[in-house]
Structures are given as C-alpha cells and as structure tokens.
C-alpha cells in the first residue's frame, strides 16, 4: 500500500506543467523526468520499460508507439504519439526526438494507469494558481458570441480567469449544439 501512495502524491506546483489544449482548455502535465523520480520512489528503481511496437508513418506525418511499463508483478502497456514534419531548411527528416517523444508520452501513460499524475486529469480547478484567459480564449469567447448576437464587455473579458473561460467556450458550444438539434 505504500507504494500506492507514493505513486498517488500530488507533485509539487513547480512540477506542474501547463499548455494550451484544444479549443482554449489548458493542459496540467509533469515532464518524464518528474514521472521517472516518482516510479523510483514508489519501487525503489525496481521497474522496467519497453517499445513493444512502433510505426513511422511518413505520409501522414506521426509516430506511435506501444509501450510496457513493467513494476513487479504489474505490467501496463499503453500507446504513445507523436506528430511530426520534416525539417525543411536541411531537406532531411530527423526521427530520434520524435521517437523519444512518443515513448515518453507512452510511458507517461502508463504511470498513470499506476495513479502517478492521475489527478490532474480529474479536471481540479486548484492545481496551479488561476491565471488569466489566453488572448486566445478571448478572441474564440468573442466570436462564439458575435454568431449569437451577443458582446461581453472588455472589462468582463479581462476579468476571465483561464478555467471559467474554458467553462464558458464549453457551455456557448453547447448552446449552439443544442440550437442546432432543435432547427
């Protein structure tokens, strides 16, 4: 049970990465680093991880990859990806940070079928600090609103923290969704 523990602790707030997802939602990530330390806590480096697949796609442009994350007697596989372009300026394409990036995300993964970071998944609103609405958000608030006829005053704008305005892009989409089923 102790490991269990270990593995569910929250991570510190400089740990806690954020980046800009889909449609103004923001992201909480660690980095796999952080992920590494927390699997040799919780079992003492005892753990193994592998690519049991791969496929390089170069017309589409990605890479994904099946990883195994083996801790004892539990094993957790999960897949990884990658988008990537070539590196136009040399003509060449350079894979190896790619496929690193694509383990990494596999591996990550399977950590938190173990629980490590699974939190920050749950949508908590207090993992990191509220900050302000991303120009982007703005901008996507305001034209959701002008297709509906509808303003928001810059100084209501301004006052938008980043997760009420994700909750906002969210319920607007919805009004629209369901404006549409009724037509």
């Known amino acids: 049970m102790k490991n269990r523990e270990i593995l569910e602790k929250k991570f510190s707030k400089k740990e806690v990465k954020r980046r800009p997802g889909r449609e103004g939602k923001e992201l909480f990530y660690v980095e796999t680093f952080s992920v590494i ?3 040799n806590e919780a079992f003492d480096g005892e753990w193994s991880f592998e690519i049991r697949e791969k496929e390089i796609d170069l017309i589409r442009g990605y890479i994904w990859v099946l990883g195994r994350l083996t801790c004892g007697n539990v094993v957790k596989e999960q897949f990884g990806f990658k988008a990537f372009s070539p ?27 173990l629980g490590v970071g699974l939190y920050l998944y749950e949508g908590e609103e207090e993992v990191l600090p509220s900050r302000p609405a991303s120009e982007r958000q703005k901008q996507f608030i305001q034209k959701l609103l002008k297709e509906r006829g509808k303003t928001m005053s810059s ?21 629209e969704g369901n404006q549409k089923g009724g037509e």
Do not use: H, M
């Open 87 to 113: 590196n136009q300026e040399q003509g060449i394409l350079e894979l190896g940070d790619d496929l690193k990036a694509a383990a990494s995300d596999a591996l990550k993964k399977c950590a938190t079928l």
């Open 155 to 175: 100084e209501d704008l301004a006052k938008l923290t980043f997760e009420r305005a994700s909750k906002l892009i969210d319920q607007l989409k919805q009004e």
């Open 37 to 39: 330390k927390r699997l």
